[in-house]
């Protein structure tokens, strides 16, 4: 069995790239700030301020309707004085809404007092800046892009806004409750880790707890056992994966990845989780699929979380099945994680519709070789030569030569459109679009060993056509 440990080096690698700023969490609750001025600038902040609790001292000889409203609602207090007459001890912070000339003596008052200050829309002059801010309490999620790109940051804001379900506050406010029963009752590693994963499973499902806190910990208890996930790669991208894989990945103990799982999905997984190469590619040595099985059984019996993490999608010629009934023998609890196949990556980067109501009415995967590494036996060459139907060959940059052969003897025109590729959806992605007759000539051109697909049918050339219809109108 061929097995490589990618597990990345402390020495290797730092824990944390350079940062611009560092993000920093005031607790403000009871605590004086002195916000100075009191136009809509100043509002905002003294509303976001009095919002994290702090006693809220405004100064200024004149308010807006925005401020009076605030002070009307007994949030913040309003000093009709200039902040020079402030008493500035034993402040937490001050933020000043100053003009140019005035910003320099306010930055050096509040130093004098050691507060840290922050003057509104001037950012030479702040010890601390505002953030974009995701407000799932006692959750709070901060964005800076350190004053160099507001409106990217306040787009940052509105993509995790839609990642974090409002329920994610009621589950963070039993997550504060359990802290210290679940200190208490569950062992240290593996135990407590696996119920806070559990946890924040429950939390991201959209739905209000139906369990209480005591119920949440017995549950963990009686299903202590590890457990296996199945997760889906996609073809190479990154961006290709669904949320729940990268929560599969960043809960994994172990990951077992195969050959053509990218480097930049690898980057995804949990710094401290043990990865295990288990590549299968075809005229390599490989592991065999008993050794992966075994080795998966072994793992969760350890009480591990065990990630097999697949190229493409697991349940299409990723030997998913023999996996997940191995598991299911031995009682192991299995789940699955779709991807994206590279068929559909491929279509989507082409801009090609595998089917086309004109002439394309389903579509069929094959896979391009059996275990002897030569065609499987019992493929239905005349069901596959069916020219309303688009067929995609999985693995057949080797049997190309039968496969042509095949298809023509079952009456399948060597005129038919033919897009052929490897690497798809990574950076050396090389695509060949042609005709069944060229299509042997033009793999010659390809990396025998590089990940092929090859798709067939009709469907493939309606967009050609669409654009030089498109070219003729103009």
């Not at 790109?149 to 804001?157: D, E, F, M």
Request: hydrophobic fraction near 45%; charged fraction near 20%.
């Amino acid at each position: 069995m061929h097995i490589v440990s990618r597990q990345p080096s402390e020495a290797a690698r730092p824990r944390m790239g350079a940062l611009d700023v560092l993000p920093v969490f005031f607790d403000l609750k009871g605590k004086r700030v002195l916000v100075a001025g009191g136009e809509e600038p100043a509002a905002w902040k003294a509303e976001l301020l009095a919002a994290a609790g702090a006693q809220v001292l405004v100064f200024a000889l004149e308010t807006c309707a925005e401020m009076a409203a605030l002070s009307a609602r007994g949030n913040v207090e309003i000093v009709a004085k200039h902040w020079r007459d402030a008493d500035w001890e034993g402040l937490a912070l001050a933020v000043g809404d100053c003009a140019e000339e005035e910003a320099a003596q306010f930055v050096a008052l509040a130093r004098a007092h050691a507060v840290p200050v922050n003057v509104i829309d001037k950012p030479a002059f702040c010890q601390f800046q505002f953030g974009s801010i995701v407000n799932r309490s006692p959750l709070v999620v901060g964005i800076s892009t350190n004053g160099a790109a507001p409106i990217l940051g306040q787009a940052v804001r509105r993509r995790i806004e839609t990642l974090l379900p409002d329920t994610l506050s009621t589950w963070a406010k039993m997550a504060q409750k359990l802290r210290a029963k679940v200190l208490d009752r569950l062992a240290p590693g593996v135990q407590r880790r696996t119920f806070w994963e559990r946890f924040s499973d429950l939390s991201f499902s959209g739905a209000a707890p139906a369990l209480d806190e005591e119920q949440l910990i017995a549950q963990s208890l009686a299903t202590q056992a590890g457990r296996v996930t199945l997760v889906g790669a996609g073809p190479g991208d990154a961006e290709y994966l669904t949320l729940k894989a990268v929560r599969a990945l960043q809960s994994a103990d172990v990951i077992l990845f195969d050959d053509l799982v990218s480097a930049e999905v690898l980057e995804l997984a949990r710094r401290e989780a043990k990865r295990i190469l288990v590549g299968k590619r075809g005229k390599r040595e490989s592991c065999r699929q008993e050794d992966i099985n075994a080795m998966m059984v072994t793992l969760a019996k350890q009480g591990k979380h065990v990630v097999r993490l697949k190229s493409g999608d697991p349940m299409i010629f990723g030997r998913a099945g023999e996996e997940i009934s191995r598991l299911e023998s031995e009682n192991i609890p299995v789940s699955v994680v779709p991807g994206i196949s590279t068929a559909f990556a491929l279509a989507a980067s082409l801009g090609l519709s595998l089917t086309h109501r004109d002439c394309a009415q389903s579509v069929r995967f094959v896979t391009g070789h059996a275990r002897n590494g030569e065609l499987p036996g019992n493929l239905d060459w005349q069901a596959l030569a069916d020219p309303s139907t688009t067929h995609v060959y999985y693995m057949a940059r080797r049997t190309l030569p039968a496969i042509v052969s095949n298809l023509e003897g079952q009456g399948l025109g060597l005129d038919t459109p033919v897009v052929l590729a490897t690497d798809v959806a990574r950076a050396e992605q090389k695509v060949w679009q042609g005709t069944l007759g060229e299509l042997v000539a033009a793999s010659e051109a390809f990396d025998i060993n590089a990940p092929t697909i090859v798709a067939i049918g009709e469907a493939l050339a309606q967009r050609k056509a669409a654009q030089a219809d498109l070219a003729l109108a103009v």
